[in-house]
């Protein structure tokens, strides 16, 4: 099915429920608005097999939430299904991705073309989705002039001309962190309002400026933690992997047990003495 257009036969039209539709202006929770992609995504595996409708128990299983919370989130929409029937698959995914603002062309530049730019450049998820790779950006003069899916690596001073020209407006940063914060402001200088972030580190932007970060560090490091603790680990019991810590984690875990009355591990090279007693903030980095 095609996005992009309303379907022509629906047991739910778009007029349906809108007397209970709540006000433009009261707007949708940003906690729906992160939720409806995960619709969107088991929606579509239900219309690419050709489901004709779904009950709201069986969508929310697919989309990993409790159904209560699913009707909520469609009555924002003005979706109530029909009782005894449920919700019109094509109808939804229309509605879903009009919502979303998918209906429509979204041009996107990527700036850094490393291991994750080029995996980026080539993810076919973009173009399905509603999402164009305008552009591949680097400063890096032996990146520059390669290729990458297709499309070529151009310098970052070509960055303003493509923007305007283009008419882009989310920016896809995958520099190291240190060239980031240069790299956002440049993208917010050239006009884009939209900055999807996967260097490990926060970036400060104006107000109207929208910021999503993805830091897969972060995710493996909450995954670390419930493995730990299904594990039944406690932990002050991983001493071997302290060991093998960055030094200032094992400086901070050293301080902790001393604030518990434990007995601090004596850090490798340090002649087993104690480092002065001042704030975490001097051995924990900002």
């Given amino acids: 099915m095609a996005i992009g257009r309303s379907p022509q036969s629906s047991s739910q039209g778009p007029d349906q429920g809108a007397s209970r539709r709540p006000s433009r202006a009261r707007g949708i929770p940003e906690a729906t608005v992160a939720r409806l992609p995960l619709y969107l995504r088991a929606l579509t595996a239900l219309s690419e097999r050709s489901v004709p409708t779904v009950s709201s128990e069986e969508l929310a299983a697919a989309a990993g939430v409790n159904s209560a919370k699913l009707r909520k989130d469609f009555s924002y929409l003005g979706s109530y299904g029909t009782r005894g029937v449920g919700y019109d698959v094509e109808y939804l995914v229309y509605q879903i991705s009009r919502e979303l603002g998918l209906t429509q062309d979204w041009p996107v530049v990527i700036v850094g073309i490393g291991?994750?730019?080029?995996?980026?450049?080539?993810?076919?998820?973009?173009?399905?989705?509603?999402?164009?790779?305008?552009?591949l950006l680097d400063a890096d003069p032996s990146v520059v002039g390669g290729s990458a899916a297709g499309l070529p690596v151009r310098h970052m001073d070509e960055l303003e001309e493509?923007?305007?020209?283009?008419?882009?407006?989310?920016?896809?940063?995958?520099?190291?962190?240190?060239?980031?914060?240069?790299?956002?402001?440049?993208?917010?200088?050239?006009?884009?309002?939209?900055?999807?972030?996967?260097?490990?580190?926060?970036l400060n932007v104006p107000d109207?400026?929208?910021?999503?970060?993805?830091?897969?560090?972060?995710?493996?490091?909450?995954?670390?933690?419930?493995?730990?603790?299904?594990?039944?680990?406690?932990?002050?019991?991983?001493?071997?992997?302290?060991?093998?810590?960055?030094?200032?984690?094992?400086?901070?875990?050293?301080?902790?047990?001393?604030?518990?009355?434990?007995q601090a591990k004596p850090e490798p090279g340090k002649g087993g003495k104690p480092g002065p007693e001042g704030d975490l903030s001097a051995v924990m980095p900002a």
């Fill in 115 to 135: 291991n994750l730019g080029h995996a980026l450049a080539n993810y076919g998820g973009f173009a399905s989705r509603g999402f164009r790779v305008a552009a």
């Fill in 162 to 202: 493509i923007v305007a020209s283009q008419h882009v407006s989310i920016g896809v940063i995958t520099t190291p962190p240190g060239a980031a914060q240069q790299v956002c402001d440049r993208l917010v200088e050239a006009g884009v309002t939209s900055i999807l972030n996967f260097a490990p580190t926060v």
């Fill in 208 to 262: 109207g400026v929208d910021v999503r970060k993805v830091d897969l560090s972060i995710e493996l490091q909450i995954l670390a933690f419930h493995e730990q603790r299904k594990a039944g680990e406690e932990p002050d019991r991983g001493d071997s992997v302290l060991d093998r810590a960055p030094g200032p984690v094992r400086a901070a875990a050293a301080k902790l047990r001393r604030a518990a009355g434990g």
